[in-house]
């Protein structure tokens, strides 16, 4: 018996030694992935890849007007393009979410600018990401492997700052799961809602 729990310690030890190891370079998007999420207050809605170009994947959001325009490389969002055809710089504070290649432990930073929910004045927001380790998380899409990923907003304005959590699985191509803190940092952003795979279809 002590054998056993030696050799499964030793087991989970090892495996957390390879994933600790392993560099995870940006999935490879097709036309017609799909992914849909259930947020906590019952809303779903659907990311699809709707056009190929040489460098960048374009991305449809359900309910939303303009596509988004992703780095093939990082996954990192290099700007929305409106129904014109227009091209607009992002500013979303969650832009550079993934920053391919990822590993545990590795950290990067963004400084972006916007009007906070409650605020009329812009101010500037620093996000600092970073990969704090994998789990198994289970959701209705299924059971994965998944690199947890820690996101901080701060208001430098205000000096104030809040957390999210976000969880990515190559085996879904994207993240399948987030929870942001209960605090009022996040009272009245209309993104920051729990939310969790519910199915996905992979080209």
Known sequence: MKKLMILSCLTLFLTQMV?????????????????????TDGVTFTNEIVEIKEDLYIMKASGVRDLYAYDKKTINLKYLIEEN??????????????DFPIFIGKKWKDTTTGIPARGQTEVTFVNDFKIEGTEEITTPAGTFK?????????????????????WYTPDAKTWIKREFEKSSFWDGVSYAHAAELISYELK
């Open 146 to 166: 998944a690199y947890k990923i820690h996101y901080k907003q701060i208001n430098m304005s205000m000096r104030n700052d809040g957390w999210a959590l976000f």
């Open 19 to 39: 994933w600790a190891q392993e560099k995870i370079e940006a999935p490879a998007w097709n036309i017609g992935d799909k992914w849909t999420y259930k947020r």
């Open 85 to 98: 055809g227009r091209r607009i710089k992002s500013t979303s504070t969650a832009r550079n979410l993934f």
